[in-house]
């Protein structure tokens, strides 16, 4: 037996993107059901949880839900870079407690969650437009019917897919960390490492939880690479590199494991009944891969601009348009910056690497910040390569002058 539900909005995965989707279009009156094929949100982990400040009081994240990071350490093979703050302006996710928080406040609004249900299937009304998904939970089969499907599936792209309307990604990172207890850690600092040893395309790090437990992990970018990142981290952990052996003794407690898109802005996001929004719309940031805030910033307007395409009668692609045109607008010249920037530093050797960190020691914990977090402004460019002496600051600056359009 088949059962069948209606609703106005079908959001489809339970990250922060789908939550946060859910929730807005929820708080502007439509029907919306929230569809998680875990058993509980978050059940499973696939990001180290990094994110900003700044970005945590946009969203009113609880205090509960992070930990606050103000020294910055950059690690190469032979050279060592730590930026100090005078205060916390970065901060490291509980990434489970922050998804269930977001997903909290979808049903506070009203929204429908649906965990453990596997969306497998789309259907299309008379006009080839989807309609609705197919879905299994508890082994029946159900039908959600909607007006407009939100894909937050992630990395997989479920729907998109489904509908033939994306490719699979073909450069992507992919993330093995350990959460674990460790000895000795400074709760108020991150490491970032490079270099051949650690990853040959990427990234190493260590992001403090709190007191008591770190994040150890390794990145790798693909096809660039053919390395297991999980052999990797099992590697630089028993050799104990770098700022590695500064933690003493390790005690694993979780293992995550993810993937991330990184091939810039280059999908479509809107079709017609249909928004594409965080990984499933290759919403990150090129330079340390991490995509949380755009998942909840533009999951938010996604939901908002759903209900008022609903509301107006018209779902098509021209009346959902303006979601993409305004996260494009924000964003679309930073990640090009920072795409520069990435392709650079995938290039460069361990000898290089010790150098390219002699260019970020020069720079200020602002400075420093907007350069991670790809906060790449015509404006902030300009004044950096003008008020660095250096010839290697400004030819990293100029390197991405030309796809900042905007201060």
Not at 228 to 241: F, G, S, V
Not at 280 to 291: C, K, M, R, T
Request: hydrophobic residues 40%; aromatic residues 8%.
């Amino acid at each position: 037996m088949t059962q069948t539900f209606d609703y106005d909005v079908v959001v489809v995965g339970g990250g922060p993107a789908g939550s946060s989707a859910a929730f807005s279009a929820a708080k502007k009156g439509v029907k919306v059901a929230l569809i998680e094929k875990e058993e509980s949100i978050a059940q499973t982990v696939r990001t180290s949880g990094v994110t900003w400040l700044d970005a945590i009081k946009e969203f009113e994240i609880p205090k509960e839900c992070y930990n606050p990071i103000k020294n910055y350490g950059f690690c190469s093979p032979n050279n060592k870079v730590m930026i100090k703050d005078k205060i916390p302006r970065a901060a490291v996710l509980d990434v489970r407690e922050t998804y269930r928080w977001l997903a909290k406040k979808a049903e506070h609004e009203g929204v429908d969650l649906f965990v453990q249900t596997n969306v497998n299937d789309v259907l299309k009304n008379k006009d080839g437009k989807i309609c609705a998904v197919k879905a299994i939970k508890s082994n029946q089969e159900i039908i959600f019917n909607a007006k407009i499907v939100i894909d937050a599936s992630g990395f997989q792209s479920v729907i998109a897919k489904s509908l033939g309307v994306v490719n699979q990604w073909k450069r992507f990172g992919v993330g093995a960390e350990i959460e674990a207890k460790a000895e000795k850690i400074d709760p108020e600092t991150w490491w970032l490492m490079v270099g051949e040893d650690y990853s040959p395309a990427g990234y190493a790090w260590i992001f403090p939880v709190n007191e008591k437990v770190v994040r150890v992990g390794v990145g790798v970018g693909k096809p660039e690479s053919g390395i297991d990142p999980t052999e990797r981290l099992n590697q630089i952990i028993e050799k104990k590199l770098g700022p590695i052996k500064e933690l003493g003794t390790i005690t694993k407690l979780e293992f995550h494991y993810g993937l991330i898109p990184n091939e810039g802005l280059s999908r479509k996001t809107v079709f017609d009944n249909l928004i594409l929004v965080g990984d499933s719309a290759g919403q990150a940031n090129p330079l340390v891969l991490e995509g949380i805030r755009y998942a909840i910033r533009y999951g938010r307007v996604a939901g908002e601009i759903a209900a008022d395409a609903i509301k107006s009668g018209n779902t098509n692609e021209k009346s959902l348009k303006k979601y993409e045109e305004i996260w494009k607008n924000a964003i679309q010249s930073k990640i090009n910056s920072a795409s520069k920037v990435q392709s650079r530093w995938l290039g460069l050797s361990d000898s290089e690497w010790d150098k390219e960190l002699d260019i970020i020691s020069e720079l200020s914990a602002d400075e420093f910040l907007d350069f991670i977090k790809a906060d790449f402004g015509l404006g902030s460019i300009v004044k950096l390569a003008t008020h660095h002496p250096k010839l290697a600051v400004r030819q990293l600056f100029n390197l991405v002058k030309g796809s900042s359009k905007k201060n």
